[in-house]
């Protein structure tokens, strides 16, 4: 099996910085896409961002310019920089990656157990 444990969530103020960082451990032969989701309270689960192993990007509209994500293939992590916080930033963050599965041809999804980061003054 694989998991993803996600860390770096917080209460900042507006226009703050937060990093976070999710980290896949378990039976993982390589691990493909990688992304950032959020929900925010009484909302429906977005996109935040996505990163390929070769390391493209993609971002949703609300957060290009002030979100960057990255990976260490390395380390199995990837990371969300994200500056210039604001409110509606508010959300449990959540990472995904799709796992080729060691010994087999069998690629998941997994998903992390989610970070809260509020911002708010």
């Known amino acids: 099996q694989v998991q993803l444990v996600e860390s770096g969530g917080a209460l900042v103020q507006p226009g703050g910085s937060l990093r976070l960082s999710c980290a896949a451990s378990?039976?993982?032969?390589?691990?493909?896409?990688m992304g950032w989701y959020r929900q925010p309270p009484g909302k429906q689960r977005e996109l935040v961002a996505t990163?390929?192993?070769?390391?493209?990007?993609n971002y949703a509209d609300s957060v290009k310019g002030r979100f960057t994500i990255s990976r260490d293939n390395a380390k199995n992590t990837v990371y969300l920089q994200m500056n210039s916080l604001k409110p509606e930033d508010t959300a449990v963050y959540y990472c995904k990656a799709r796992v080729l599965i060691l010994g087999t041809p069998y690629e998941y999804a997994y998903w992390g157990q989610g970070t809260q980061v509020t911002v708010s003054s």
């Open positions: 990163i390929t192993s070769g390391g493209s990007t």
């Open positions: 378990g039976s993982i032969f390589s691990i493909n896409a």
